[in-house]
């Protein structure tokens, strides 16, 4: 017999049939279910102290651990001192070892005194039940490569040496690729040289014998090298670290192919805020990288997981405040219902941000429903339904929502992204002459309609003063600026800085044009655009977009017991 059941719960349902009772069985390893825990930016920005930490752990152990909420991750900057002018970009504000590691700001973390790092919190937060994790950004800091650092070689201690000489942060740091949006504060490390690699594998022992049980990489471009051999020093090590990466909105489903083995979450989307915009924004996002079966796909030791991002519930700061919490989230209940439940049914990693010390009942029950929470961890065939429409009848005393299984009409659209090169779909960029002084880039490969405009991008070659050229010439040779109209003052990044919001990040990854690697782009032979700060090359992604749908995106799961979930939303 069949049993139909529907919980409702305005702006979303969950409708469920019982059609088995069989239970999958599933390995224990690294990962094996989408992570969940807590994470500090969200309520504190980089400010959190010891103190406020220890005191969130604690709770988040005594309410949220029977949940399965067990990491508590402490976000970007712990290492920067809290002092006047200290903010994200700002440079000779942090505290680094005789490495040229980030080592804890002993003001705001004084367990850390004496050479600890954070030992003495992860034994702490390890004695509550509870796994460690902290926030690291890719590459080296810019002040330990002003300052020269010598190279820790981990394995025999004392300075890194090779052909006969010491090695020091100035030989691995690579300027000409700073971060995006961090440039002041750190660069790429050069992972060919093998002071490079020493450098790396000194950060991630330190980190193990620190007992972290996740680190969670910070950049906003894929260094494939890079991550390649931190997962390469994270197997070897005698702790298992959860490896989390947050490259943001640039991610597509084809560069996710080349990482998610080598990691076990990584951010698909742009920092998630308490605005409904933001949500709407990932719906599309998820329903790509669901498509393209990447949900709980191989990972580091087990399996990797799509990220949307940490839950902006509860008690809040602002995004870029040097303060910690001080308002509610500015998502209605039903928006907030919502949100939990597409990160709960598109199984994203559950890390709540909001401030644990002043939890309201709402809050609690929404992110410990035990349905949502069922279908995160044991649902699976996760993906959008795009056969549901309904239309709303609106008066004074009611809406109705009258769904019908019917398919939604779509209509093609195009997006500039990023991919490996290594992707053969990559190479569709063409010249096409304007006139004698002007040409554009074209995208022209599966237009799906012959007489459909192309997607094009201005080129010209970079701008250098006169006493500038010859400094540069062999370094930008055959490298172009790209601009999207003919007003030459706006150049296309790599990609939209990872700490844009979703209605920033609309406005696409245009900036004032500068000689940065990041606006540098070559057309090689084969008609693959490639980025000259991140190695990626630029693709038009073909994307449906809904015509027709009433507003309702819907999505379906399949329980562990043959559960049939059904949920469906009004965006």
């Not at 992860?122 to 690291?136: E, N, Q």
């Amino acid at each position: 017999m069949k049993m139909f059941v529907l919980i409702s719960l305005c702006f979303f349902c969950l409708s469920l049939y019982r059609v088995s009772s069989e239970i999958p069985d599933r390995g224990l390893y690294h990962a094996s279910l989408p992570p969940r825990g807590w994470n500090s930016y969200d309520s504190f920005c980089w400010t959190i102290s010891e103190e406020e930490f220890l005191q969130s752990a604690e709770i988040i152990s005594q309410r949220l651990r029977p949940h399965r909420y067990e990491y508590v991750v402490v976000d970007y900057l712990w290492y920067r001192r809290k002092v006047e002018g200290a903010y994200v970009d700002s440079l000779g504000f942090d505290v680094i070892d005789e490495w040229g590691r980030m080592i804890p700001d002993p003001d705001r973390w004084p367990s850390s005194r004496g050479g600890k790092g954070f030992t003495e919190v992860a034994k702490k937060v390890h004695a509550m039940g509870l796994k460690f994790g902290i926030h690291v950004m890719r590459g080296i800091s810019t002040q330990a490569f002003n300052a020269n650092a010598p190279i820790l070689d981990s394995l025999k201690g004392g300075v890194y040496e090779e052909s006969g000489r010491q090695w020091r942060a100035k030989d691995i740091g690579i300027k000409e690729r700073a971060c995006v949006w961090m440039p002041h504060g750190f660069m790429s490390v050069n992972t060919k040289l093998g002071a490079g690699r020493a450098f790396l594998r000194s950060l991630y022992r330190q980190y193990a014998g620190w007992g972290l049980n996740m680190t969670a990489y910070i950049g906003d471009d894929l260094d494939i090298d890079e991550i390649s051999f931190v997962s390469e020093v994270l197997k070897g090590l005698d702790r298992p670290i959860l490896y989390s990466l947050s490259p943001g909105t640039s991610v597509t489903p084809a560069m996710a192919k080349e990482v998610s083995g080598l990691v076990n979450m990584y951010r698909i989307s742009g920092d998630d805020w308490d605005s409904w915009g933001d949500v709407v924004s990932h719906f599309n996002v998820t329903r790509d990288f669901s498509t393209a079966n990447m949900i709980g796909a191989k990972g580091l030791q087990g399996k990797s997981w799509p990220d949307l991002d940490m839950l902006p519930l509860g008690w809040l700061t602002d995004q870029g405040l040097n303060v910690g919490p001080h308002r509610w989230c500015k998502l209605s209940f039903d928006e907030q219902r919502t949100q939990m439940t597409l990160w709960a049914i598109a199984k994203s990693p559950l890390m709540f941000g909001g401030d644990v010390r002043k939890l309201d009942d709402f809050t609690y029950s929404l992110i410990t429903n035990p349905i949502a929470l069922e279908i995160n961890s044991f649902s699976s065939n996760n993906m959008e339904f795009p056969y549901v429409t309904g239309r709303k009848v609106t008066n004074k005393k009611s809406r109705v929502i009258s769904p019908n299984l019917s398919k939604v009409e779509t209509s093609d659209t195009r997006i500039l992204g990023l991919t490996t090169c290594k992707d053969s779909k990559a190479n569709g960029w063409s010249t096409e002459a304007l006139d004698q002084d002007l040409e554009q880039i074209c995208w022209k490969e599966n237009l799906g309609n012959r007489f459909e405009k192309p997607f094009c991008y201005y080129k010209r070659k970079p701008l250098l003063a006169s006493d500038e050229e010859t400094i540069y010439e062999q370094q930008y040779q055959g490298k172009l600026h790209l601009l999207a109209g003919e007003r030459m003052e706006f150049c296309l990044n790599a990609s939209p800085n990872r700490k844009l919001t979703s209605k920033e990040s609309k406005r696409g990854s245009l900036s004032p044009c500068k000689r940065d690697a990041n606006q540098m782009w070559e057309l090689n032979t084969s008609g693959a655009l490639v980025n000259s700060y991140s190695g990626l090359c630029a693709i038009a992604n073909s994307v449906e977009a809904n015509v027709d749908s009433g507003g309702i995106r819907s999505w379906i799961a399949t329980g562990r017991r043959g559960l049939i979930y059904l949920k469906h939303s009004w965006c």
